[in-house]
């Protein structure tokens, strides 16, 4: 069982930054790909970031590659989201998830998730 708590969600201007984070069991980096996903009001929830299992290389979704970074701290057990150059389509509840597949980047790929964190980007 991998046990995913997120935070770090909030309110934050247009063009500001936000760093989201997920504590995870420990062992997980090991054994599990990463990955964060959103999902707005009334929409599907979305892939957003990736980092995979064992070797923690990140991939990004194409709405967010170059704004938003995936890191992970093994001796915090943790990986975080930093999110910078915000914009009002980022608006959602932001999920991290665990697969044990070596890649994902849909949410039927994990099999386990954290219960979100909001973000609101308001100009």
């Known amino acids: 069982q991998v046990q995913l708590v997120e935070s770090g969600g909030g309110l934050v201007q247009t063009g500001g930054s936000l760093r989201l984070s997920c504590a995870v069991s420990?062992?997980?980096?090991?054994?599990?790909?990463l990955g964060w996903f959103r999902q707005a009001q009334g929409k599907e929830r979305e892939f957003v970031a990736l980092?995979?299992?064992?070797?923690?290389?990140?991939y990004y979704s194409a709405s967010v590659k170059g704004r938003f970074t995936i890191s992970r701290s093994t001796a915090e057990n943790t990986v975080h989201l930093q999110m910078n150059s915000l914009r009002n389509e980022d608006t959602a509840v932001y999920y991290c998830?665990?697969?044990?597949?070596?890649?994902?980047?849909?949410?039927?790929?994990?099999?386990?998730w954290g219960q979100g964190t909001k973000v609101t980007v308001s100009s």
């Open positions: 980092m995979t299992r064992n070797t923690g290389n990140p």
């Open positions: 998830a665990a697969a044990s597949a070596a890649w994902g980047i849909t949410p039927s790929d994990y099999s386990y």
């Open positions: 420990e062992g997980t980096f090991r054994s599990y790909t």
